[in-house]
């Protein structure tokens, strides 16, 4: 049931995230991608207890992808 919670709450943020990347004038790519790493780290979570490979490649890739974005993020100045 904890797994399930976890991964859930990862589910909301990438939803969330996706919402926010749809409806925001200007996008804070450190808010989305922070989301979107959150999330992939809590789904990975859930996926160690009820494992499913094809679910852990995707995550992986999304948590890597949203990694180097929020890098990214963190190192460009403020405009």
Do not use: H
Request: with cysteine.
């Amino acid at each position: 049931l904890t797994a399930d919670i976890i991964g859930i709450c990862g589910s909301l943020l990438f939803i969330g995230g996706f919402l926010y990347a749809n409806m925001a004038q200007a996008l804070n790519k450190l808010l989305f991608n922070a989301l979107n790493l959150v999330g992939a780290v809590l789904l990975l979570i859930s996926l160690s207890v009820n494992f499913n490979l094809a679910a852990v490649v995707l995550e992986v890739a999304w948590g890597i992808i949203a990694l180097i974005g929020l890098i990214r993020a963190l190192r460009k100045p403020p405009e």
